[in-house]
């Protein structure tokens, strides 16, 4: 499954990714399918991998127990999953079918900083 641009678009801080941006993210990127009760990370996890969700919702469990579900439509969902690295959270997906799109931290990292946002136009205009 390819994941949309305008499924990309929704996501921070994608949103603001040019165009080409997001097209080159949608063919290097890697999207996976969960069926549910499928773990998805660990605690502890050190891949250098960001992940979004896409479609259906997860539950996340913190190394105190806590536990807080995410689902596709949920305003946390713009953001990437448990992103600290070693993740503090493991997390399982909670639906019948639960998308991920996965992105290296470091092409991420990379892009996000070749992004002019209007503020920083406004900055360089000395405004």
Request: aromatic share 8%.
């Amino acid at each position: 499954m390819k994941v949309r641009i305008w499924e990309l678009k929704k996501k921070i801080p994608l949103k603001d990714f040019p165009e080409l941006a997001l097209k080159v993210l949608a063919d290097v990127a890697i999207t996976t399918r969960h069926n549910k009760d499928e773990e998805l990370f660990c605690i502890g996890d050190d891949e250098k991998l960001a992940a979004f969700l896409i479609k259906g919702s997860i539950l996340l469990e913190s190394f105190d127990g806590r536990i807080h579900s995410i689902d596709h439509k949920h305003g946390m969902s713009r953001y990437a999953l448990a992103n600290i690295k070693p993740r503090m959270y493991s997390a399982v997906s909670a639906s019948d079918e639960t998308v991920l799109f996965w992105v290296k931290d470091q092409l991420l990292s990379k892009l996000t900083s070749q992004i002019i946002m209007p503020q920083d136009v406004i900055n360089i205009r000395g405004l």
